[in-house]
């Protein structure tokens, strides 16, 4: 038997390199937190005044030198600290001397950043137990609706989720999240004081916890859920209990038609009753617990035009504090009463604190040094608008800022940019793009997109058009597209198939020329309104069970908008 002897290489990464790559990657709001975290956690850390230009360029050449040394092969402690010295000399002398007032402004400032760390929302199930145990309920009661409450999900409902992979076609492989609900006799068996039947489950299921806040919460599917978020004070509260439990079905695939047959209801007010459905009623209510604060875009970069028509490029410094070492806290190692431990702590925290004050500065040139890159290409962009973005791809600004395409990548993910054109992700300037068949150029995607929503937005709503029509309507404007292309760029840009698209109060109106109807949107719009944290995808509601006790799972919004 032959053997062979295969040698293979192994990048190893310096623990420097990873923790550069992890704050070039965060974005702005999470190097906030992290720089807020480590001021609390390491003593060699410090606020500094905010530079003027001078002082500004100076610190980015001193950032740029080479990094701090820790030699351990046979030097002395203090010939080790006279190194740190020199190497830091120069950092702290051409400052100015801060006065004892302006220190201990410096020291309130640190404590005021350590407090403005925002508090931990409450979980789901933390808000849960907190309003139970304000319920005037005997023990066993008590416990046993904390039990069920351990069993519910995320979004609120009774059972749990789990993703898998699925496959369409040779290369479209994605995840889907599919809901399981647990039997109530599963939670019944599990509960630690027996005997407990599932019927006894039901009653504290029914009586107690789903009269908790919020509406729908420990539902078993999502008809029961939409129901339970019902009141007297609801508009069109009859119309929609009928709705929901007999037409959720109809209602996802736009069957207005179906559900006039079955209710005789005319279609005004079938359509009324489904914008009360989807603006006023929560399919998941679960998920506005557990997560912070709205989290506001905070642009990393701006770009603003000059008197000369050319661009200008500068970070945006405010929202990070400023960092540096302390020296007073470098002195404590000069102290002979350190016993080792101590003194190898107090080394790697300096060490730690270096580190981050370089990555930190090595994130900000990155981050400039690519956005300028990217607007050189994208001028057109900037010039004359959206429609004119060129195709650009990660390689090329690499390979002109001189770095790696993931240091690229790294760079601009979750990184916004402020522009004469609005406020954009660094991610939306780039994509490929086809050779526009009128004119020869080369046509970013991003431009058929915007074509394709151009399209939809011009169609007639009582007969909009379909998949192939649309493919037909961009071939004949020079973009060679196929339809899976236009299928997959609608569901991007959250646009419901032809079908879900069609307004039956147009078609009415054309059917009757004289009928005065009140014309809505048969479908919603792309970016949905009313609650933040709504699905961005598809009709408001899918594939339901048709009573509110069976156990089906609560398919996510985007299943309703397969054609």
């Given at each position: 038997m032959d053997m062979q002897l295969i040698q293979g290489q192994k990048m190893i990464l310096a623990p420097r390199m990873i923790q550069s790559m992890e704050i070039l990657q965060l974005p702005l709001a999470d190097l906030q937190a992290r720089i807020e975290r480590e001021l609390q956690e390491n003593p060699f850390l410090e606020l500094r005044e905010r530079l003027g230009e001078a002082a500004s360029s100076r610190a980015k050449e001193e950032s740029s030198a080479e990094p701090l040394h820790y030699d351990e092969s046979g030097a002395s402690e203090y010939e080790r600290l006279e190194q740190l010295n020199r190497e830091w000399e120069g950092v702290f002398d051409d400052e100015p001397r801060l006065s004892r007032s302006a220190v201990e402004e410096a020291g309130e400032r640190k404590l005021e950043v350590m407090a403005n760390v925002p508090d931990r929302a409450p979980s789901l199930q933390e808000h849960l137990a907190a309003q139970i145990a304000e319920w005037d309920l005997d023990d066993r009661t008590r416990r046993l609706a904390l039990h069920i409450c351990s069993y519910i999900d995320r979004t609120g409902y009774l059972g749990t989720r789990v993703s898998i992979r699925t496959r369409r076609g040779q290369r479209d492989e994605h995840e889907e999240e599919i809901f399981r609900p647990v039997p109530l006799s599963e939670i019944a068996a599990t509960f630690d004081e027996q005997p407990t039947t599932a019927e006894e489950v039901e009653q504290v299921l029914l009586n107690v916890v789903q009269k908790l806040d919020p509406p729908g919460v420990g539902?078993?599917?999502?008809?029961?859920?939409?129901?339970l978020q019902i009141t007297e004070e609801t508009p069109h509260a009859d119309m929609l209990r009928v709705l929901i439990r007999d037409h959720l079905e109809d209602i996802a695939h736009n069957r207005l038609p179906v559900i006039q047959r079955a209710t005789h209801w005319d279609i005004p007010a079938i359509q009324?009753?489904?914008?009360t459905l989807r603006h006023q009623l929560d399919p998941k209510p679960g998920l506005r617990f557990g997560e912070s604060e709205a989290?506001?875009?905070?642009?990393?970069?701006?770009?603003e035009r000059t008197d000369d028509g050319n661009y200008t490029v500068r970070l945006v410094?405010?929202?990070?504090p400023p960092i540096r070492i302390s020296r007073r806290t470098v002195e404590l190692l000069r102290r002979t009463d350190l016993d080792e431990p101590t003194r190898q702590m107090l080394r790697k925290k300096l060490q730690a604190a270096d580190w981050l004050v370089k990555a930190v500065e090595q994130r900000r040139q990155t981050i400039l040094k690519v956005t300028q890159a990217i607007i050189e290409h994208q001028r057109p962009f900037l010039d004359l608008g959206p429609e004119h973005i060129q195709p650009l791809k990660m390689q090329q600004i690499a390979e002109q800022v001189g770095v790696h395409v993931t240091t690229v990548s790294r760079a601009v993910d979750e990184k916004w940019v402020q522009t004469p054109r609005g406020l954009f992700p660094l991610k939306r300037f780039f994509g490929g793009g086809k050779a526009n068949e009128q004119t020869g150029e080369d046509v970013a995607y991003e431009v058929i997109k915007q074509k394709l929503l151009e399209l939809v937005a011009q169609e007639d709503k009582a007969n909009p058009l379909s998949d192939e029509e649309l493919v037909a309507r961009l071939n004949a404007a020079g973009y060679p597209v196929k339809r899976r292309t236009v299928t997959k760029y609608r569901k991007l840009l959250n646009i419901p198939s032809s079908r879900q698209r069609k307004d039956w109060s147009r078609v009415e109106a054309r059917a009757d020329p004289t009928a005065q109807v009140e014309v809505?949107?048969?479908?919603?719009?792309?970016h949905p309104a009313g609650r933040p944290d709504a699905p961005e995808a598809?009709?408001?509601?899918?594939?339901?069970?048709?009573g509110p006790a069976a156990e089906q799972p609560p398919a996510d919004m985007e299943e309703a908008s397969r054609p």
């Open positions: 539902a078993r599917n999502m008809a029961e859920c939409l129901l009324a009753a489904i914008e989290r506001y875009v905070l642009p990393d970069v701006i770009v410094e405010d929202w990070v809505s949107s048969a479908y919603p719009p792309p598809g009709p408001a509601f899918p594939s339901p069970s048709l």
